[in-house]
């Protein structure tokens, strides 16, 4: 069973950075892609960044893109999402995802990815 275990959320003033944290188990990490996905109070959960299974693929959000990135450690089981110039509006519940498939090139498609961490938050203050 597949278990992701979100860490490193928490409250930053605007233009502050964080590094939010996935540990997986579970199944082979290396052979999965990962994804970051978010869910600000009263709106849907929207993609943030995903890398694919080798690492050598990244995908972002048009508004993170230069600001965020993800990377991952096979050697850990883990995946990073490094965020700076933090704003406002990335105030939300930040999520860790695995691909449903193996050898998966990366997505932006929540349905891509059938295992979820229980989320971490992230609260940027003005």
């Known amino acids: 069973q597949v278990q992701l275990v979100e860490s490193g959320g928490g409250l930053v003033q605007a233009g502050g950075s964080l590094r939010l944290s996935c540990a997986a188990s579970?199944?082979?990490?290396?052979?999965?892609?990962m994804g970051w996905f978010r869910q600000a109070p009263g709106k849907e959960r929207e993609f943030v960044a995903s890398?694919?299974?080798?690492?050598?693929?990244?995908y972002y959000k048009d508004s993170v893109h230069g600001r965020f990135t993800i990377s991952r450690d096979k050697a850990k089981n883990t995946v990073y999402l490094q965020m700076n110039s933090l704003k406002l509006e990335d105030t939300a519940v930040y999520f860790c995802?695995?691909?449903?498939?193996?050898?998966?090139?990366?997505?932006?498609?929540?349905?891509?990815?059938?295992?979820w961490g229980q989320g971490t938050q992230v609260t940027v203050s003005s």
């Open positions: 995802a695995q691909s449903r498939s193996t050898f998966y090139d990366g997505s932006y498609y929540q349905a891509d990815f059938d295992s």
């Open positions: 579970g199944r082979t990490f290396s052979m999965y892609a």
């Open positions: 890398i694919n299974w080798n690492g050598g693929t990244t």
